[in-house]
């Protein structure tokens, strides 16, 4: 295996980007400072610290936030760099999903002497159009399509001049709502798409186990970049853009809580909204959930961080 840690005692570093002019309803930007103050999420199991948070660049709105996008995405690369330099297990926790530019161009960027990295794509949208092709002009649904190397220059540059992402490396799972031209970029580059209604029928567990394998065939390691709306609005009603149908939340944890991701290097969780949380805080709930389902066993167990072996 490629790195490998002293079995020391280390902390969950959480980074987090009060984001959400990207998205379509202004909101997310207050998730960090929510879970900062609750109760629920300071409850966790995970030992953890937040290792900063980084305050919203605003230039506008839709197209006119392309500015402030460039200046999240950059100061969000940077805070990841700086966590997996340090040898630590990173999560990053965005407001709107447009967060994923910074957070997957910092990893890759950071990794890449190592070698190339996976990413599973775990949302109820493609988040692949540019700023051409976007009807709406919202940076929520383009961070993917700019990870692959496609659309704005500046957005694609950012950590490095190369793809992030490639597309033999990508899997999507729960996609249930997207325009045409993302789908078109999408499987012309030959990116595996496990659609809703493929989970529904084959399950997450198989799903999933089969995009682990996707991303991890020729990687270094892989991410995860989880969108809250990809799951049913039962389970996560706290988001700006919900779809019908969706994964099952306790099936997704039970997997992951169960599963060794022993390739796994960093995890991204969007799309909170907060003010639209219902009265048992159902969200919330979720997002302490992913927190201890992914990470609670890789701290019981002592095992080395991905990013720090050799």
């Known amino acids: 295996m490629r790195l490998s840690l002293q079995a020391l005692a280390r902390q969950l570093n959480i980074v987090g980007l009060a984001n959400g002019n990207g998205g379509r309803h202004l909101g997310c930007e207050a998730a960090v400072s929510v879970l900062q103050k609750s109760d629920i999420f300071n409850s966790c199991k995970v030992p953890h610290r937040w290792h900063s ?3 919203e ?23 990841t760099s700086h966590v997996l330099a340090n040898q630590n297990e990173l ?21 890449r002497h190592h070698g190339d990295i996976g990413l599973i794509w775990v949302d109820a949208h493609m988040d692949s159009h540019t700023v051409e092709s976007s009807p709406s002009g919202n940076f929520h649904g383009m961070p993917l399509a700019h990870l692959l190397g496609y659309g704005n220059n500046t957005l694609t540059n950012v950590g490095d001049e190369k793809p992030k992402i490639k597309p033999e490396n990508l899997a999507m799972v729960g996609i249930r709502s997207y325009e045409e031209p993302e789908r078109k970029l999408l499987e012309s580059l030959g990116v595996r798409i496990f659609y809703d209604e493929e989970v529904a029928e084959r399950g997450i567990e198989t799903c999933m186990e089969e995009a682990i394998a996707i991303v991890s065939r020729n990687t270094y390691g892989y991410g995860m970049s989880i969108d809250i709306d990809g799951f049913r609005v039962e389970d996560a009603p706290a988001v700006g853009t919900p779809a019908e149908g969706g994964i099952i939340a306790d099936e997704f944890l039970n997997f992951v809580r169960n599963h060794p991701l022993s390739d796994l290097v ?15 805080k159902s ?7 992913l927190v201890e389902a992914i990470f609670l066993k890789r701290f019981q167990e002592k095992r080395p961080s991905r990013t720090a072996r050799q």
């Open 53 to 55: 948070v980084i305050e």
């Open 283 to 289: 969200s919330e709930r979720l997002m302490l959930d």
């Open 57 to 79: 660049t605003v230039s506008g709105r839709h197209r006119q936030a392309l500015n402030g996008i460039v200046a999240n995405s950059r100061n969000l690369a940077k805070a």
């Open 91 to 111: 999560l990053v926790i965005g407001g709107d999903h447009s967060s994923a530019i910074g957070t997957w161009s910092g990893v890759a960027s950071y990794l």
């Open 266 to 280: 960093a995890v991204e969780l969007v799309e909170f909204l907060p003010r639209f949380d219902c009265d048992k």
